[in-house]
């Protein structure tokens, strides 16, 4: 529940969302190859996580165009 330490909401501001939605979707592969050579994943990250940690933010991409179009905000989950 949120609140009591298992699940927190969290709003992402405009500014990210509207650069989200605005950014090359050619280049997310690109983001996603950097995001897992990063070194802060608990292990490695192969081939197959790396093409669903592009296909993630290429959603993530879409969902934040939809919410600029119509006005609307992102918010993410997260369960620790």
Request: aromatic share 8%; proline share 2%; charged share 30%.
């Amino acid at each position: 529940m949120v609140g009591d330490g298992d699940v927190v909401s969290v709003a992402l501001t405009d500014v990210f969302r509207d650069r989200l939605a605005a950014f090359d979707r050619e280049l997310l592969k690109d983001v996603a190859q950097s995001w897992a050579a990063s070194g802060d994943f608990y292990e490695t990250p192969d081939a197959e996580d790396i093409e669903d940690m592009g296909d993630l933010l290429h959603n993530l991409a879409e969902l934040a165009k939809r919410a600029v179009a119509r006005g609307q905000r992102l918010y993410c989950w997260m369960c620790p």
